[in-house]
């Protein structure tokens, strides 16, 4: 099966141009069929602060009440997916934003059932991703560049977690490709000491992950993120790894492994 990249654009580099232009021209340099997920950055919650709209976080996690979905859909799926999306057709690279309700390609359901209120927060599952649009879209040699805005398929748009939306979308289309899922952000990858750019884990197993997360050395936002890699390196996903955003194309960071 042919090779298809998922690449994660998350941190502080969607935040700063240059940065971002950056880690874009790299991306174009991938040869197989490529779809990149991104996040917001800080860009929401700056947002937020500037209208004076609570934030609130849990084990790493975005509590998204109704002023916070409309911040969230304004910068992820308006400004910063256009702005991405720009930059892209401006290194001749075509490129489509998408947010999942977009081609209906990420139905998602509203979290419910959990101690804590999430508020307008979309689960998904890869068997429900419309695999079709996408795969067309990659047959035309188009670029989805896809935000962290998903809906319910009853009018509601929902928040879901980019890091989850980049690992869904590589199961649900790992029966079509050869998919290498792959988390680029500000750091090295891993760190036994995220001050420290020398401690990185180049191997993370899933047992070690476990045992640091319990010692407290992998926590807050880095644990969502590195469930979602494990889970999706556990449906058959080729590869996963997390990584600097400069060092795509390179073999730096760290890899995943059962």
Do not use: W
Not at 92 to 106: R, W
Not at 140 to 163: F, M, R, W, Y
Request: aromatic share 6%; glycine share 6%.
């Amino acid at each position: 099966m042919e090779t298809l990249h998922v690449v994660k654009i998350g941190g502080n580099i969607v935040n700063d141009e240059k940065k971002l232009d950056k880690f874009l021209s790299t991306f174009i340099q991938l040869n197989s069929p490529k779809i990149l997920v991104h996040g917001g950055g800080s860009s929401a919650s700056d947002l937020c602060q500037k209208l004076d709209i609570p934030i609130q976080m849990i084990n790493g996690r975005r509590i998204t009440d109704e002023p916070a979905l409309d911040v969230a859909v304004m910068v992820y799926a308006g400004l910063i997916n256009k702005k991405i999306v720009a930059r892209l057709q401006g290194q001749s690279c075509n490129a489509l934003g998408l947010s999942g309700a977009d081609l209906n390609i990420i139905p998602a359901e509203k979290r419910t059932g959990t101690e804590i209120d999430y508020g307008f927060v979309g689960d998904i599952h890869a068997d429900s991703i419309n695999t079709h649009f996408i795969t067309r879209l990659l047959d035309e040699q188009v670029i989805p560049a896809i935000s962290a805005i998903t809906h319910d398929t009853k009018g509601q748009l929902l928040n879901t977690n980019a890091d989850t939306i980049a690992s869904t979308l590589s199961v649900a289309l790992s029966d079509k490709y050869e998919v290498e899922l792959t988390y680029c952000f500000e750091k090295n990858g891993v760190l036994h000491d995220e001050d420290d750019e020398k401690t990185l884990i180049k191997t993370l197993e899933y047992d070690a992950f476990e045992n640091l997360k319990q010692k407290k050395v992998i926590h807050e936002g880095m644990i969502p993120k590195l469930d979602t890699a494990f889970e999706a390196l556990n449906k058959y996903v080729q590869r996963v790894q997390i990584k600097h955003a400069n060092n795509l194309l390179k073999d730096i960071g760290t890899k995943l492994s059962l």
